[in-house]
C-alpha cells in the first residue's frame, strides 16, 4: 500500500481515474508492489490489458521521462521508475499477446563490438517498453553479425547502437555501412546514443538521429515511427 500524509492509500478503494493516478505517483517512486497491484485490480475491474498499458503505465513513464529530460530526476530515480513499470508488464506483456494489442513498433538494440557499458542503453531499453514499444535487447560487444541476425529474427522497426567508449564509436558506421551495402539500410530506422556521440558524428555515419538520453531516444522514435506510417500510406494510396 502506498502512504500519503500519514495515511495509508488502499489502491482497491480507489476509483478508476484515482487508481490511475495513484499508479503514475508509484510508478514515479519506483513502488513495483504497488504497480503490481494496481495492474491486477484494473484487470479485475475488466479493463483491456491495452487500456492498462496506454493510462496507467505508459503515461506514468511519459511524465518521467520529462522530468529526467529536464533534470528534476536522475539515472536511478528512473532506473526504479523502470523496474517497477517492468514488474506490471511481466503482468501484461502475455495478456497483450492474447489480446494482439497494437505496438508502437519494435526496436533492436545492442551496445556496439568492444564496449561493454550498459547502463544508457538498459535505461533506453526500458524507456522504450514503458513507451509501449517491442524491445529486443541483444546484450553488450556485439560484432556486426549479431545486429544482422537479430534484424533478421525480429524484423525491427528500429536498430539502436550505443557506444560509451570513443574507440568504439566508429564501429556504429561499419554497422551502418554494412546494411547499406546489402541493401537494407532504408528499411530501417537507425538510432545511436552515447555520451561521447553528437549529432554531427551520427551524420556522419548514416544514422537517423542522435539520441542524447533515453527520455530523447523515446521522442525521436516516436516522431520517426510516425513519419515513416505517415509516408507509407501516402506511397500506398498513391
Known amino acids: 500500500m502506498a502512504e500519503d500524509d500519514g495515511e495509508d492509500i488502499v489502491l482497491s478503494e480507489l476509483e478508476d481515474d484515482d487508481l490511475v493516478?495513484?499508479?503514475?505517483?508509484?510508478?514515479y517512486d519506483g513502488l513495483?508492489?504497488?504497480?503490481?497491484?494496481?495492474?491486477?485490480?484494473?484487470l479485475g475491474r475488466?479493463?483491456?490489458p491495452y487500456e492498462v498499458l496506454t493510462k496507467a503505465l505508459v503515461e506514468g513513464m511519459r511524465i518521467v521521462g520529462i522530468d529526467?529530460?529536464?533534470?528534476?530526476?536522475?539515472v536511478p530515480e528512473v532506473l526504479m521508475a523502470a523496474n517497477a513499470m517492468k514488474a506490471g508488464m511481466f503482468i501484461l506483456r502475455p495478456l497483450l499477446i492474447e489480446t494482439g494489442a497494437p505496438r508502437v513498433g519494435k526496436m533492436v538494440i545492442g551496445t556496439v563490438k568492444g564496449d561493454i557499458h550498459d547502463i544508457g542503453k538498459n535505461l533506453v531499453s526500458m524507456m522504450m517498453e514503458g513507451a509501449g514499444?517491442?524491445?529486443?535487447?541483444?546484450?553488450?560487444?556485439?560484432?556486426?553479425?549479431?545486429y544482422l541476425a537479430a534484424i533478421e529474427e525480429h524484423q525491427p522497426d528500429i536498430l539502436g547502437m550505443s557506444a560509451l567508449l570513443t574507440t568504439t564509436m566508429p564501429y556504429m558506421k561499419v554497422v551502418i555501412d554494412t546494411l547499406q551495402e546489402k541493401g537494407m539500410r532504408d528499411d530501417y530506422i537507425v538510432l545511436v546514443?552515447?555520451?561521447?556521440?553528437?549529432?554531427?558524428?551520427?551524420?556522419?555515419v548514416g544514422a537517423d538521429a542522435y539520441c542524447r538520453d533515453a527520455a530523447v531516444a523515446v521522442e525521436t522514435a516516436k516522431q520517426l515511427i510516425a513519419e515513416r506510417r505517415r509516408s507509407n500510406s501516402e506511397a500506398a494510396g498513391e
Not at 513495483?32 to 484494473?42: A, C, M, Q, W
Request: glycine share 12%; net charge negative.
Open 133 to 146: 514499444f517491442e524491445v529486443i535487447d541483444i546484450g553488450i560487444n556485439n560484432p556486426v553479425e549479431n
Open 68 to 74: 529526467f529530460r529536464d533534470g528534476i530526476l536522475f
Open 21 to 27: 493516478q495513484q499508479m503514475h505517483d508509484d510508478l
Open 46 to 48: 475488466g479493463w483491456t
Open 32 to 42: 513495483k508492489d504497488e504497480i503490481e497491484e494496481g495492474v491486477n485490480i484494473l
Open 193 to 204: 546514443g552515447g555520451a561521447p556521440l553528437n549529432e554531427a558524428f551520427a551524420e556522419n
